[in-house]
């Protein structure tokens, strides 16, 4: 079983959508995670933390339950320039990072 | 804030070719520094990291060895590339709070 799990989609919406990406972890010790974005042959960039409470950034959600051993990202009124891939990574041990494989979103006019 | 560097930003090789890419950090002091690669339809795949000067840890055994011969410099080798070392290698150090700051990868086409 893979360290961190997502559904490579891709999930095609149209503008103005709300579409949600989930991603589970098997390492309960995990202590930190981060959803990160990744455009077509570029590098990816960090999106927003992931806190047990939950947090949101503009049109962007996060939340971890810990229970369950998953992490979630929802993103409201969908835009065009969101298309992109969407990593999920939780921490592992003081160096490490673990990545999922990606989630792509492609939202069409 | 930090900026990496890494050249060359493309790179097309014949199997059994060494390499070298390079990995250059500025606007921080002894990072820890990644190495990571992606494969086409793959994520990203740790491979090696340092948290100071000749200090190397590798995650998978392969064809690959890293050196940090300065502080803020990672170096990622092979003395004879196969086919399958084929992909994206980002650099990485240390953001704020516990994130990842990647450089703008250099994508390596072993043929």
């Known amino acids: 079983r893979k360290e961190v799990e997502q559904d490579p989609g891709p999930f095609n919406v149209p503008e103005g959508a709300t579409v949600a990406f989930n991603c589970t972890y098997s390492n309960s010790a995990s202590q930190s995670f981060f959803w990160y974005r990744q455009d077509c042959r570029k590098e990816p960039k960090l999106l927003m933390s992931?806190?047990?409470s939950g947090n949101e950034d503009g049109r962007f959600t996060a939340q971890l339950n810990r229970a369950s051993q998953y992490i979630s990202l929802l993103i409201r009124d969908s835009k065009l320039s969101d298309s992109a891939t969407y990593l999920c990574?939780?921490?592992?041990?003081?160096?490490?990072?673990?990545f999922g494989t990606g989630t792509r979103l492609k939202v069409l006019a | 804030s930090q900026t990496i560097h890494q050249w060359p930003a493309t790179l097309v090789q014949p199997v059994g070719s060494p390499l070298s890419l390079e990995c250059t950090v500025e606007?921080?002091?002894?990072?820890?520094l990644y190495w990571y690669r992606q494969a086409a339809g793959r994520g990203l795949q740790l491979l090696f990291y340092?948290?100071?000067?000749?200090?190397i840890s590798s995650e998978v055994p392969q064809n690959l060895s890293a050196s940090r011969p300065q502080d803020r410099q990672f170096i990622l080798s092979s003395k004879k590339l196969l086919l399958s070392d084929s992909g994206f290698y980002l650099c990485?150090?240390?953001?704020?709070?516990?994130?990842?700051?990647f450089g703008p990868g250099t994508r390596l086409l072993v043929l």
């Open positions: 340092s948290v100071g000067i000749g200090q």
């Open positions: 992931v806190y047990s």
């Open positions: 990485a150090c240390p953001g704020p709070r516990e994130t990842q700051y």
């Open positions: 990574v939780g921490t592992s041990g003081t160096y490490k990072y673990i």
């Open positions: 606007g921080t002091s002894n990072p820890n």
